[in-house]
């Protein structure tokens, strides 16, 4: 009787089983059922996934019954009213966070779309959905971006596209929404702004008059021509070009075309056959690739680029492509558009890219120019003109993170970059040192060593100890950044006798290395890893002497080179021990700790997030900075080349071929954004008196340097 029982024990033990696990897997299938639709519902990475397919975006039905009337447009909104500044920053970052709502298809009830996604306004998306600044989390959103193309009005169903955006389930009245237009208004009465229901909406547009422009909310930007993409950029200088005034325009206003055609007259009549070129469209047909003078015919937008200056006369819209196609062709615009708000005029200084005419004064436009621009002036422009186009203008990526870069300016004003910076190119020729400090720093004050570590506190440890050796030492700081692990508890510490200090980071960056804490009080950092154990007293010491004569340039131990390849065109990364010397790894340099704050705020370009991405190169961006703003090279202090923990075989990013090849990849970025390599290669080296000589080494201040 025992038998039986048990075997009916067990078979009930494992239905009971049997029937936990059906019901853990079907729990289990629900969540994730509602994690997928939570994801759906927020237009996280669905909406990045959606982009690229769609034929499955949703249909949703505008102008059904019990929908909402399009929200009334608020033209009297700025930052202070309209603008939620408190939905910002809830990241935790001092970084915009834009959501893109999921993407659907509007149609009308009859189930026709209301407005098809242009490929420019695709672009827009794409851009934002793959930068820095997007969120998946409405709730975290600063900005919200309808997947709504409103960039050309002439296509928009006005009331269909009002109702649209009302029925978004976070539109509130459009508060903290950004809509792009570049073409606003209809003919014949072309209004400059966005001409939809949008509430408080902002809106980044291509066609603002300074009536229409709402100051410090709104953002202007160019009309965008997709038309001529493959045309090259114009760099010919404008000594050689051959007009020096061209008007391509094909829809100025017939009083505008009097007045030109009248200077055509004059300037033929002074024997000045190449001053002024005024252009009409051939035929009745409006061809995009050419322009006709009579029966003459010119390539366009090719004879742009054989202009000085491009004149941009106001025609039906204020905003006009031509400005956009002038300056890819090098050409400076001339503006003849009274009250038009010109792109980025919020950060760009159009004084020195531009020349603005009043439209009263275009018939002695000519005049102006000739008297008022010289040669030398001109070819600055130009290069301006070049380089503003290719920071900001090429693309319609170009644009529209450049529209998200002044918004996170404007939110942020802390972080936010100055004007200079927006406005200033790279001149190699032309360096200014920013650093007026004595020829030789106080001894008395020491330096600040800065370690960046995250795991490693053995060796850690070690260099603490290492470091307190050093008599100039004044204070260790310790830079943990290591977010899932907190540092050790202070009486782990070594006890030394200087200030030890730690600080944590909110993430695992590598830029954290170079931000100028408060806690450093001294002019000299000294930047270290904590795998670094190997150096002396006598060396480190050595190296702050050192900096004290070159306190503007970064000084230090492992020294490495760029070659230029003529393989590949190109610059590369060079460890080999040589004797040139164009860089000092700041995994063991001393520098200003002036240029810690250069790096935190004014670092061009997308190098600071190209590093913290790549988890690499940061030293490489330090020297570049360093010497592009000095013109000078570092200074390489000792003989020792190999910094090499022996204890530490894990977590050596030097350890492999990649990283090599990262490297380089980082130098020929880096040029690309500095437009120039600032990089100076030189042989030196700083050793000390005696440091050769076969002298007793209780003569040398300096006798325990250590070896190769």
């Given at each position: 009787?025992?038998?039986?029982?048990a075997?009916?024990?067990?078979?009930?033990?494992?239905?009971?089983?049997?029937?936990?696990?059906?019901?853990?897997?079907?729990?289990?299938?629900?969540?994730?059922?509602?994690?997928?639709?939570?994801?759906?519902?927020?237009?996280?990475?669905?909406?990045?996934?959606?982009?690229?397919?769609?034929?499955?975006?949703?249909?949703?039905?505008?102008?059904?019954g019990?929908?909402?009337?399009p929200?009334?447009?608020?033209?009297?909104c700025?930052?202070?009213?309209?603008?939620?500044?408190?939905?910002?920053g809830?990241?935790?970052?001092?970084?915009?966070?834009?959501?893109?709502?999921?993407?659907?298809?509007?149609?009308?009830?009859?189930?026709?779309a209301?407005?098809?996604?242009?490929r420019?306004?695709?672009?827009?998306?794409?851009t934002i959905l793959?930068?820095?600044?997007?969120?998946?989390?409405?709730?975290?959103?600063?900005?919200?971006?309808?997947?709504?193309?409103?960039?050309?009005?002439?296509?928009?169903?006005?009331?269909?596209?009002?109702?649209?955006?009302?029925?978004?389930?976070?539109w509130?009245?459009?508060?903290?929404?950004?809509?792009?237009?570049?073409?606003?208004?209809?003919?014949?009465?072309?209004?400059?702004?966005?001409?939809?229901?949008?509430?408080?909406?902002?809106?980044?547009?291509?066609?603002?008059?300074?009536?229409?422009?709402?100051?410090?909310?709104?953002?202007?930007?160019?009309?965008?021509?997709?038309?001529?993409?493959?045309?090259p950029?114009?760099?010919?200088?404008?000594?050689?070009?051959?007009?020096l005034?061209?008007?391509?325009?094909?829809?100025?206003?017939?009083?505008?075309?009097?007045?030109?055609?009248?200077?055509?007259?004059?300037?033929?009549?002074?024997?000045?056959?190449?001053d002024?070129?005024?252009?009409?469209?051939?035929?009745p047909?409006?061809?995009?690739?050419?322009?006709?003078?009579?029966d003459?015919?010119?390539?366009?937008?090719?004879?742009?680029?054989?202009a000085?200056?491009?004149?941009?006369?106001?025609?039906?819209?204020?905003?006009?492509?031509?400005?956009?196609?002038?300056?890819?062709?090098g050409?400076?615009?001339?503006?003849?558009?009274?009250?038009?708000?010109?792109?980025?005029?919020?950060?760009?200084?159009?004084?020195?890219?531009?020349?603005?005419?009043y439209?009263?004064?275009?018939?002695?436009v000519?005049?102006?120019?000739?008297?008022?621009?010289?040669?030398?002036?001109?070819?600055?422009?130009?290069?301006?003109?070049?380089?503003?186009?290719?920071?900001?203008?090429?693309?319609?990526?170009?644009?529209t993170?450049?529209?998200?870069?002044?918004?996170n300016d404007?939110?942020?004003?802390?972080?936010?970059?100055?004007?200079?910076?927006?406005?200033?190119?790279?001149?190699?020729?032309?360096?200014?040192n920013?650093?007026?400090?004595p020829?030789?720093?106080?001894a008395s004050?020491?330096?600040?060593?800065?370690?960046?570590t995250?795991?490693?506190?053995?060796?850690?440890?070690?260099?603490?100890?290492?470091?307190?050796?050093?008599?100039?030492?004044?204070?260790?700081?310790?830079?943990?950044?290591?977010?899932?692990k907190?540092?050790?508890?202070?009486?782990?510490?070594?006890?030394?006798?200087?200030?030890l200090?730690?600080?944590q980071t909110?993430?695992?960056?590598?830029?954290?290395?170079?931000?100028?804490?408060?806690?450093?009080?001294?002019?000299?950092?000294?930047?270290?890893?904590?795998?670094?154990?190997?150096?002396?007293?006598?060396?480190?010491?050595?190296?702050?002497?050192?900096?004290?004569?070159?306190?503007?340039?970064?000084v230090?131990?492992?020294?490495?080179?760029?070659?230029?390849?003529?393989?590949?065109?190109?610059?590369?990364?060079?460890s080999?021990?040589?004797?040139?010397?164009s860089?000092?790894l700041?995994?063991?340099?001393?520098?200003h700790?002036?240029?810690?704050?250069?790096?935190?705020?004014?670092?061009?370009?997308?190098?600071?997030?190209?590093?913290?991405?790549?988890?690499?190169?940061?030293?490489?961006?330090m020297?570049?900075?360093?010497?592009?703003?000095?013109?000078?090279?570092?200074?390489?202090?000792?003989?020792?080349?190999?910094?090499?923990?022996?204890?530490?075989?894990?977590?050596?990013?030097?350890?492999?071929?990649?990283?090599?090849?990262?490297?380089?990849?980082?130098?020929?970025?880096?040029t690309?954004?500095f437009?120039?390599?600032?990089?100076k290669?030189?042989?030196?080296?700083?050793?000390?008196?005696l440091?050769?000589?076969?002298?007793p080494?209780?003569?040398?201040?300096?006798d325990?340097?250590?070896?190769?």
């Amino acid at each position: 009787m025992i038998l039986p029982d048990a075997v009916c024990g067990h078979k009930y033990r494992n239905a009971v089983v049997s029937t936990v696990i059906v019901v853990v897997v079907m729990v289990a299938l629900r969540l994730c059922a509602q994690m997928v639709g939570v994801g759906l519902a927020s237009g996280g990475s669905d909406a990045r996934v959606s982009l690229e397919a769609a034929s499955h975006w949703e249909e949703l039905v505008v102008g059904g019954g019990g929908q909402q009337q399009p929200t009334p447009s608020r033209h009297n909104c700025h930052y202070y009213n309209c603008f939620n500044v408190y939905r910002c920053g809830r990241n935790g970052n001092q970084r915009l966070s834009v959501y893109v709502y999921p993407l659907a298809r509007y149609v009308d009830e009859e189930h026709v779309a209301i407005k098809p996604m242009s490929r420019e306004f695709f672009e827009v998306l794409d851009t934002i959905l793959n930068s820095e600044y997007h969120t998946p989390n409405p709730e975290e959103a600063c900005l919200l971006v309808p997947p709504i193309d409103t960039l050309n009005e002439n296509s928009l169903r006005r009331d269909k596209i009002g109702q649209a955006l009302s029925m978004l389930p976070y539109w509130a009245e459009g508060e903290n929404h950004l809509l792009f237009n570049m073409l606003p208004g209809t003919p014949p009465q072309f209004d400059t702004s966005l001409g939809v229901g949008r509430g408080k909406a902002m809106v980044a547009g291509g066609g603002f008059s300074s009536l229409t422009y709402r100051r410090g909310y709104d953002i202007a930007i160019p009309v965008y021509n997709p038309a001529h993409q493959n045309e090259p950029l114009g760099r010919k200088p404008g000594s050689e070009r051959q007009w020096l005034v061209v008007s391509s325009q094909v829809n100025i206003h017939r009083d505008y075309r009097e007045d030109l055609e009248a200077q055509v007259t004059q300037v033929m009549a002074e024997g000045s056959h190449s001053d002024l070129l005024v252009l009409e469209k051939c035929g009745p047909d409006v061809n995009l690739t050419q322009r006709c003078r009579g029966d003459q015919m010119y390539p366009y937008p090719g004879i742009l680029r054989e202009a000085k200056f491009c004149l941009v006369v106001r025609g039906g819209r204020l905003g006009q492509s031509v400005l956009y196609d002038a300056m890819r062709a090098g050409c400076v615009p001339v503006i003849v558009a009274d009250g038009y708000q010109m792109p980025f005029s919020e950060v760009i200084d159009w004084r020195e890219a531009s020349i603005q005419v009043y439209e009263e004064d275009l018939p002695e436009v000519m005049n102006i120019l000739r008297r008022d621009v010289s040669m030398e002036r001109l070819g600055e422009m130009q290069r301006q003109v070049l380089w503003l186009y290719e920071q900001y203008f090429a693309t319609m990526k170009d644009i529209t993170l450049t529209t998200l870069k002044i918004l996170n300016d404007r939110v942020f004003p802390a972080h936010a970059r100055p004007l200079s910076l927006w406005n200033t190119r790279p001149r190699p020729s032309a360096v200014a040192n920013p650093l007026f400090l004595p020829l030789t720093a106080p001894a008395s004050e020491g330096f600040t060593a800065v370690i960046l570590t995250y795991d490693r506190l053995d060796s850690l440890f070690q260099v603490i100890q290492m470091m307190a050796q050093v008599p100039s030492l004044s204070k260790v700081l310790v830079v943990w950044n290591n977010q899932r692990k907190p540092p050790p508890q202070a009486s782990l510490w070594p006890k030394i006798n200087v200030p030890l200090k730690v600080v944590q980071t909110r993430e695992n960056k590598l830029s954290n290395r170079f931000y100028p804490y408060e806690e450093i009080e001294t002019e000299c950092i000294l930047a270290i890893d904590d795998d670094i154990n190997m150096m002396t007293a006598d060396e480190l010491e050595f190296g702050y002497q050192v900096w004290r004569e070159f306190s503007d340039r970064i000084v230090g131990f492992p020294s490495r080179n760029v070659l230029w390849s003529n393989d590949t065109h190109s610059w590369k990364y060079d460890s080999e021990w040589t004797n040139e010397v164009s860089m000092v790894l700041t995994g063991l340099a001393f520098y200003h700790k002036y240029w810690s704050y250069v790096y935190t705020t004014q670092l061009p370009g997308d190098i600071k997030s190209w590093v913290d991405t790549n988890m690499n190169c940061e030293d490489i961006a330090m020297n570049f900075l360093v010497s592009n703003l000095t013109g000078k090279a570092p200074i390489k202090v000792t003989p020792r080349k190999k910094f090499k923990c022996g204890e530490c075989t894990s977590g050596d990013l030097s350890a492999n071929e990649a990283h090599m090849v990262e490297r380089s990849q980082c130098v020929r970025h880096f040029t690309r954004v500095f437009g120039t390599m600032p990089l100076k290669t030189v042989e030196f080296r700083a050793d000390p008196v005696l440091f050769m000589d076969n002298f007793p080494k209780k003569l040398k201040l300096y006798d325990d340097m250590g070896s190769l």
